[in-house]
């Protein structure tokens, strides 16, 4: 952790964290949203980026301006999740006479992403997770 980040965190156990009673389980299932989260976050933003038709290329770009952390210096499993997607009938693609390979959603994959819209207009389940905290009776 950088020196500047260990004052905050110390600052934040003290104060903030101090009115706050995280019991084992409550952890556990924090850390297992997290998990789920980081293994499907590639494909929701992948996802809401193909509102319109885009080049691999162009998502990759979108990604690393994101800060999409899984893939950098890893810019291949971008093209694994598109294949995949493909493969299961969420995505189709088509070549240009340029030689440039476009990816746009099934209707399928637009059934996907506005159930996913819905679900975020109702609230993050980790936000939610996070909301079950008790205060401290201290």
Known sequence: MEERLKGLKK???????RQVKFTDAHRQKVNEQIEQLQDED??????????????GLELTQLLHIRGV?????????????LHAQEQQGNL??????????YYKL???G???LQEQQLQESRGNPLKQLFNEVTPNEN
């Open 92 to 101: 189709e693609s088509y070549w240009t006479v340029e030689e440039e390979k």
């Open 110 to 112: 637009l059934k996907i």
């Open 106 to 108: 099934t209707k399928r």
């Open 42 to 55: 590639l494909w929701r933003v992948i996802l809401s980026f193909l509102t319109q038709e885009k080049t």
């Open 69 to 81: 952390k899984s893939i950098i210096n890893n810019e291949g499993v971008v093209y694994t999740t």
């Open 11 to 17: 600052a934040m156990n003290n104060r903030t964290f």
